[in-house]
């Protein structure tokens, strides 16, 4: 692993211990992190009342690449629907509401960030 792809991985991880802040600081229940299937993840799997909410968590150092929502594209969207009905099919929940959260962050400096709640962004 090279040193960039060693920062990248310190930054997204750094931008999901944020994201579990934010959200239950809003009475989410966080009921796993990083579920990997198909060779893919779901950053965050929270339950916000009675829906269950998966969460694509983006981060960003800088806007040099775009704002960080903008990586979420279709493709990656089909991605973790598919993942997500994987949980399901792994965790039956019953007649349970889903839904689909992105949580965009970026870094303005070390100790400052913008975040940004995307709710039933796709």
Excluded: W
């Amino acid at each position: 692993m090279t040193d960039a792809e060693r920062s990248n991985q310190a930054l997204g991880f750094a931008g999901e211990e944020i994201a579990c802040a934010y959200l239950r600081q809003k009475k989410y229940d966080i009921l796993t992190r990083r579920f990997r299937m198909f060779r893919g993840e779901i950053d965050i799997i929270a339950r916000d009342g009675a829906t269950l909410v998966f969460v694509e968590v983006k981060t960003r150092a800088d806007e040099s690449f775009g704002r960080p929502e903008e990586s979420v594209t279709p493709g990656k969207q089909r991605q973790i629907r598919r993942i997500a009905q994987g949980y399901l099919v792994e965790n039956p929940l019953g007649d349970v509401g889903c839904r689909f959260d992105v949580i965009s962050i970026l870094f303005r400096g070390a100790d400052d960030y913008r975040l940004e709640h995307f709710v039933d962004a796709f």
